[in-house]
């Protein structure tokens, strides 16, 4: 009988009935009504919220482990095993050590502007979506600096600021920087916590992000459910050596285990496809996607070709685009 930790049993329970049939044996599931299952085996085991309930034997649960042992007859090592089998990428997920701690006594972000008009307007003529640009003000992930009107974009550890990226404001600026003391581990991410969704998507700015909810809101999809997550600069490992996540990912990842899937955003350039080609080869045990954008040279890009803005905002270190 194969041994399994405690983690990989742990692992196992996380999936649900419903998905497990759905996903790998979709030809004992029989839909009844609404969001109410059988299975063809067993017509008296009923599946719905969530949870399922063999009725004639008086047995119910929750999970596709528990389906397996109590109903299919399974002993647990067997039964764990089967749904690692279906999954691999559960048998080999990454655990990862709590990234070091680091210190940034000087952390202070710049004083607020009394409004925000600098930097919304600014957002607006890169094509992002109002709503979109008011949920990360409104959120306190974003507003305008007093001083030189940057866009200010803040991460968060458990409500606390820890870390800000700013981006210049004027039509001709490509000034990106970030705020002294940073905590990289705490980058930009939307929204501030994950959603029940297991996927999250990774780009290298945050008006990246912004502009991939955006163009999810133009195809009317539900745009507020998204985890996005900035890294707030390109992942160039120097040798394979040092393949490694970024911090702001790993840490990511360590504060939300139910994550499964992993989406690259990276740009379209050279440095975006290596950076791709690295994480892919670092991130074991999770699904992950290469996404870069259809056209341009990145998701704000492919945005003003989508809605064919004429005035072109220059990127940072580049000519305008």
Known sequence: MPYYSKEQIEQARQLDLLSYLQRYDPGELVHISGGTYCTRSHDSLKISNGKWCWWSRNIGGATALDYLVKVCGYK?????????????????????????AVHHHD?????????????FAYLIARGIDAEVIN??????????????????????????????????????????????????RYSFCVPLKATKRESLCVF????????????????????????????????????????????????????????????????????????????????????VLDNPPPRGKDYNDYLQIQKKIINRVKTRGGPER
């Open 107 to 119: 952390f202070q972000l710049p004083p607020h502007h009394t409004d925000n008009n600098r930097v």
């Open 76 to 100: 647990l090592p067997e039964a764990v095993g089967k749904i690692l089998a279906a999954q691999p990428h559960l048998s080999t997920r990454q655990i990862f050590d709590p990234p070091p």
């Open 135 to 184: 949920h990360c003000i409104k959120s306190g992930q974003l507003y305008e600096d007093a001083k030189r009107h940057n866009c200010v974009f803040v991460g968060f550890e458990n409500g606390t600021a820890k870390y800000a990226s700013l981006r210049g404001t004027l039509s001709q600026s490509t000034f990106v920087g970030e705020v002294s003391g940073s905590d990289k």
């Open 204 to 287: 290298e700015s945050a008006i990246d992000a912004l502009s991939y909810l955006s163009i999810l809101k133009r195809k009317g999809r539900d745009w507020r459910s998204v985890n996005c997550l900035s890294l707030s600069g390109i992942y160039r490992p120097k040798l394979e050596a040092e393949l490694k996540l970024p911090l702001a990912l790993q840490t990511y990842l360590q504060r939300n285990p139910a994550i499964r899937k992993i989406i690259l955003c990276l740009d379209n350039d050279a440095r975006g496809r290596e950076a791709a080609h690295a994480l892919q080869k670092s991130l074991h045990g999770y699904e």
